[in-house]
């Protein structure tokens, strides 16, 4: 395929995804600096740039609450988030839930003004994008015919980067300054992209990484559990290695007693919409917590057992999904791309503390599956409607929240990606 050919057989619809990526992104620069105010309850300041100060400063006791601690509320790091950042509303309750390395990650952005901090961040995020994009075109290269010169693939790899910023939750992403794409999209990509290489050590250490962002993992045991029932263990060595070193070495910078206010304070994250102080609905991105929502926030608490039985539903069907995959015989690339795509795009549907901006992720399956070329066109166009259910929930989001029912997302999400799969491993299959 030429350089002309490549996704689109035309120019214009590329021309106008670069120019509304452009356009996004502008957006995102002329906030960052033109109305910081404005942007200072976003993740990165509330979040990682004070943890990254705290790093810096030697203080990462008081990045998590004290274990046995119920609420984030009042807690050293929320305290210190209102005093360094007084712009942050009042009801703004400051948490941070990620290791201790990550808010080393961000010392030296602290050093910056945190509007400028937040842009460096969002240029950094912008560039591992665009190379997760990258290890995508490559991933699905044959499927579409494309060359393996360098400057094709590039562009390739150019046309999904102008597509992905039409998936909204990619935009969110950017927006927010948030962690979905170093620590979920790209190492899940990368890791991808190695076992398409047989690198399957590798990959599994590429893999662990997304243990920072504990919510993922699901996936990447899915695609684990799909590499071992076809007798391929080293993805599973190379990531009990990588997790293994991401703790050692949590344990061996900040000390024990941190490393267990960290896990402790996971447990806290259960009330994010059941307690007092609260996330607000709208941010619910995943099932069981659209389905727990649904109650008043003093009932919630007796619907948790409802969301726990939906996540194990959820998950339990997953797995049968990855088992049946594993017993049909499929070229070795067909494979793969299934697996991953039934891995990862039913996350939603059971992964218990995905938010909307968490749907970042969901660019890899759908990418794989719109790219790889020999899609069935019902399939292309269920991709498409849940993508664009997706950003119409995204939209809501940022225009008018009181209408944002996110039920009305992950319900009929739940459904989209359950027949995307079916009719996937249906087709394939046929054609195999």
């Not at 057989?9 to 620069?29: E, K, Y």
């Not at 927010?176 to 599994?204: C, E, T, V, Y």
Request: with cysteine; charged share 10%.
């Amino acid at each position: 395929m030429t350089a002309d050919g490549i996704f689109w057989t035309r120019r214009t619809p590329q021309l106008a995804a670069f120019l509304w990526m452009l356009l996004l992104l502008t957006l995102i620069v002329g906030a960052d600096l033109k109305a910081p105010q404005a942007l200072v309850g976003n993740d990165y300041h509330t979040a990682f740039y004070v943890a990254g100060w705290m790093a810096a400063h030697g203080q990462l006791a008081e990045l998590y609450p004290q274990a046995g601690a119920t609420t984030f509320h009042g807690a050293p790091f929320d305290l210190t988030v209102h005093k360094m950042l007084p712009g942050v509303d009042s009801h703004v309750v400051g948490q941070f839930m990620y290791s201790p390395l990550v808010a080393y990650l961000f010392a030296p952005l602290s050093t910056f003004a945190p509007a400028i901090g937040q842009l460096i961040w969002q240029a950094f995020n912008f560039l591992l994008l665009a190379l997760s994009c990258y290890f995508i075109a490559d991933l699905t290269k044959s499927g579409r015919n494309v060359k393996k010169d360098f400057s094709v693939l590039a562009l390739f790899a150019l046309t999904i980067l102008s597509a992905s910023f039409f998936f909204l939750p990619i935009f969110n992403t950017l927006w927010l300054g948030q962690m979905d794409i170093a620590l979920g999209l790209l190492p899940m990509a990368a890791g991808a992209w190695l076992l398409s290489r047989n690198k399957d050590l590798a990959s599994g250490l590429v893999f662990s990484i997304v243990s920072l962002k504990p919510q993922f993992l699901p996936a990447v045991a899915l695609i684990c559990l799909g590499l071992l029932l076809h007798k391929r263990w080293q993805m599973l060595v190379g990531l009990v290695l990588g997790v293994a070193a991401i703790v050692g070495l949590s344990y061996a910078t900040a000390g024990a007693t941190i490393v267990h206010n960290w896990f402790s304070s996971l447990k806290i994250s259960e009330g994010m919409f059941t307690g007092e102080f609260r996330n607000p609905d709208y941010l619910a991105g995943c099932l069981p917590l659209s389905i727990l929502i649904t109650a008043s926030p003093a009932d919630r608490l007796n619907l948790k057992p409802v969301a726990y039985l939906v996540t194990a539903i959820g998950l339990f069907a997953n797995i049968a999904m990855v088992v049946w995959l594993s017993r049909r015989k499929f070229e070795p690339e067909i494979w793969l791309r299934l697996l991953i795509v039934v891995s990862v795009l039913p996350i939603f549907v059971y992964s218990p503390r995905l938010l909307t901006y968490d749907w970042s992720l969901l660019l890899l399956p759908i990418s794989v599956s719109l790219y790889a070329g020999k899609s069935d066109r019902l399939v292309t166009g269920l991709l498409l409607a849940l993508a664009l259910l997706v950003d119409i929930e995204v939209v809501l989001q940022f225009t008018a929240t009181t209408y944002v029912c996110p039920l009305l997302l992950t319900g009929p999400g739940t459904l989209l990606a359950v027949a995307i799969v079916v009719m996937s491993l249906d087709f394939k299959s046929s054609k195999s």
